[in-house]
């Protein structure tokens, strides 16, 4: 059985930075895509970021995109989001999420492509 279990969300100012970790057991998915959603009070699930196997491949959200780094350490089975410059609408609970096999490129944007999920850590950005 897979588990990924996320860490480092809290509460943060406007302009502040944060990173999220999330550590991978029970299966190495070295080969796989890797991925963070969010979602925030009321709205849909949507996707952040993602990862190939190499950790050279990485998709955003335009929404994101310039502020978020998001990169994988397959030795720890590990993956970050490097999230700076918060703003109050990067609020949500954020997750991290696995593919259980290899998908190209554009599936790693895509919720149902992935197989396995973490619990969910909160990111607070206050005004």
């Known amino acids: 059985q897979v588990q990924l279990v996320e860490s480092g969300g809290g509460l943060v100012q406007a302009g502040g930075s944060l990173t999220l970790s999330c550590t991978a057991s029970?299966?190495?998915?070295?080969?796989?895509?890797r991925g963070w959603f969010r979602q925030a009070p009321g709205k849909e699930r949507e996707f952040v970021a993602a990862v190939g196997w190499t950790g050279g491949a990485t998709n955003y959200a335009d929404s994101v995109k310039g502020r978020f780094t998001i990169s994988r350490d397959n030795s720890k089975n590990t993956v970050y989001l490097q999230m700076n410059s918060l703003k109050p609408e990067d609020t949500a609970v954020y997750y991290c999420a696995a593919q259980g096999k290899s998908y190209d490129y554009n599936w790693r944007k895509v919720e149902s492509k992935y197989d396995y999920w973490g619990q969910g850590t909160q990111v607070t950005v206050s005004s």
């Open positions: 029970g299966r190495t998915f070295i080969s796989y895509g």
